[in-house]
């Protein structure tokens, strides 16, 4: 029972145009949700963050768009770099330490 | 120091085999986590301490034993583990225990384990 899903494993954009990268999650408990970047051989690390409260939260080229309604969130980054390429994963925290990972979309900035 | 560090980086034991994970932070963070993930699969979550505590265990197989002696420090004793059991394990630690916003997560590298 995949909780928190990613549907496109993969996506490619040019250098300078905006990626949208896309999450649903099917549990209306999560109160805090988050995106992760991960290069291969490291663990993967933060980039944003968006409180169920809120609809919008942006931090410099990244921001995150959460639709509760449709039990969406999407991370938009533009312009895209290609330091960007990396394994984007979306996670859902429910009560205070279980955090839910999606499955990842790559992402592939092309110069 | 924003870092979490993890050794081994690799290790490669047989199913009759004692090993230990370590991981270890210095940013005063309270909450520390294993998580597993096996390729292509999102991390799962395996063990949470908070204030050097047992809080979670996601029903993990006895055969992993963590532990965590001091505020710096997890560790995940292995035994007897099986073939199945080999993925990257991920540690992980947070500033917040008590959940609140901006509980973002910092991952060690990981240590990729195979079991023979």
């Known amino acids: 029972d995949q909780q928190v899903k990613q549907n496109s494993p993969s996506l490619s954009v040019q250098e300078g145009r905006i990626s949208i990268l896309n999450c649903d999650y099917t549990n209306s408990m999560f109160d805090y949700f988050l995106w992760y970047k991960k290069y291969p051989a490291e663990g993967p690390t933060f980039l944003i963050s968006i409180s169920s409260i809120k609809d919008k939260n942006e931090d410099g080229r990244f921001t995150v768009f959460l639709n509760k309604s449709a039990k969406h969130l999407s991370l938009h980054i533009v312009p895209s770099q290609p330091g960007d390429s990396a394994v984007y994963f979306c996670?859902?925290?429910?009560?205070?330490?279980?955090?839910?990972f999606g499955t990842g979309t790559r992402l592939k900035v092309l110069a | 120091d924003t870092e979490v560090t993890q050794t081994p980086k690799h290790l490669v034991m047989g199913m009759t085999n004692k090993k230990s994970l370590k991981c270890e932070q210095h940013?005063?963070?309270?909450?520390m986590y294993w998580y597993k993930q096996k390729a292509k699969k999102p991390p799962e979550l395996m063990f949470v301490y908070s204030y050097e505590k047992l809080s979670i265990n996601e029903s993990v197989p006895s055969r992993f034993s963590p532990e965590c002696p001091n505020s710096s420090l997890l560790n995940l004793h292995l035994h007897a583990l099986q073939p199945e059991d080999s993925a990257l394990y991920l540690c992980a630690s947070s500033h917040n225990p008590a959940g609140g916003p901006r509980n973002e997560q910092y991952f060690g590298p990981g240590t990729r384990l195979t079991v023979t």
């Open positions: 940013m005063g963070h309270r909450a």
């Open positions: 996670a859902a925290r429910r009560g205070t330490y279980k955090y839910i």
